[in-house]
């Protein structure tokens, strides 16, 4: 008995976690669900037509390097490092990579909707797969930095993420059910936003909130925080595009 | 920028000595105990204003974490104790202190100090070097908080 109490007890640990999706109501479930309904599914349809365009000095689409069907799973395991650099990037940060360096043509700006439109074309092929952040050790240090950043306090209020979304998870924040913070729907359309808008956008919202001075929008700081969420999400379903409230 | 959550303890010291100097505005204040027994202001608060403070999402927020008797807002929050009853459990001197800064009741609070300049840290601009609610604002709430006795 005492062992198969402690044994769920265990079991119930491992499920503890939940996704923003779990956590909203019915409704809004329901129109994630639905490819008809979910309006991020309209930038997954301008993403895959930009896709297949042509573009910048070298004349190439993503499609003429990248099959089809290459891209499954790749949004499940960034931020990571790419080959010859001696820092991580995001997915965002890896698009414009090949968007510099392949096409020859100018990085998308931060929340631009070409972006947007990419992300949320690459994040549908990952939709159903756990996160998987790479086994390399050149995250650890990254992580942990996202980690400091996550328990630390900020702000002219004086809290830290971790006060919500790790001790406050499923209470009640002035009417909005805090989640865990798990990064598995990114990009998001958010109804409070109107648009979809990237994992950056909702890490400076929650700044905002907290009235602590977001990092600019190319900080390294953002990377380390998404390493550190997507590690401790690992495993979790990714349910990208997403909606939330 | 990202530096100052790791900052040796001896450099923190020099950054608190530069926002000691903004800090003139604030008032000072004596700690009895647990308590702040005197008015930042001299002055008793407004209990009307202070109810108008505590319901606001943009001045007091105190409904986020908390809930009060306050039936119009329909949102409110659990992360902390209802309010109601606060003018029975506590007296006026600790309410204060309470507000000023709750880190002094419990170290490991999450209640934003609201009449506290040091030891934050990426404060927004625009929120730098001002304490959330002015003294006056402080006893506004206080008497508020005085006047919820059940």
Request: include cysteine; hydrophobic fraction near 40%.
């Amino acid at each position: 008995m005492v062992f198969l109490a402690s044994f769920a007890a265990a079991q119930g640990g491992a499920e503890d976690r939940r996704s923003g999706y779990q956590d909203m109501g019915a409704a809004l479930q329901k129109m994630q669900d639905d490819d008809t309904a979910n309006p991020a599914m309209l930038f997954v349809q301008a993403g895959e037509a930009l896709w297949k365009q042509k573009a910048g000095a070298s004349d190439k689409a993503c499609a003429d390097c990248h099959a089809a069907g290459s891209m499954k799973g790749v949004a499940a395991r960034y931020p990571a490092f790419t080959p010859g650099s001696d820092r991580p990037v995001d997915l965002d940060g890896r698009i414009n990579l090949c968007r510099t360096t392949q096409q020859k043509a100018p990085a998308f700006g931060p929340e631009s909707q070409e972006l947007l439109q990419l992300s949320a074309y690459l994040a549908l092929q990952s939709r159903g797969l756990p996160i998987a952040p790479p086994d390399d050790a050149r995250l650890t240090p990254v992580r942990a930095e996202g980690e400091q950043l996550f328990k630390g306090r900020q702000g002219q209020l004086n809290l830290s993420c971790a006060d919500c979304h790790d001790d406050n998870a499923g209470k009640s924040l002035g009417g909005a059910t805090i989640p865990q913070a798990h990064p598995t729907g990114y990009p998001i359309y958010r109804l409070e936003w109107q648009t979809l808008g990237s994992l950056k956008r909702r890490l400076r919202n929650c700044m905002i909130g907290m009235r602590a001075e977001p990092f600019a929008y190319d900080a390294p700081e953002y990377v380390a925080l998404e390493a550190y969420l997507m590690q401790r999400a690992k495993g979790m379903t990714m349910d990208a595009p997403a909606v939330r409230p | 920028m990202r530096l100052r959550f790791i900052l040796p303890l001896a450099v923190v010291g020099a950054v608190w000595a530069v926002s000691a100097m903004a800090q003139e505005e604030l008032r000072p204040y004596v700690i009895v105990g647990d308590s702040i027994p005197d008015s930042l202001t001299g002055l008793s608060g407004d209990a009307e204003r202070g109810r108008a403070i505590v319901a606001s999402r943009t001045a007091g927020l105190c409904l986020l974490c908390h809930s009060a008797p306050i039936p119009e807002e329909r949102f409110q929050g659990n992360l902390a104790p209802n309010l109601a009853g606060a003018g029975s459990r506590w007296s006026e001197g600790q309410l204060r202190l309470r507000l000023v800064d709750a880190s002094r009741l419990n170290p490991n609070t999450i209640m934003p100090p609201y009449y506290r300049l040091d030891r934050l840290h990426r404060v927004a601009r625009g929120f730098e070097d001002k304490p959330i609610l002015s003294a006056g604002q402080i006893e506004d709430v206080v008497a508020y908080l005085v006047s919820l006795k059940e």
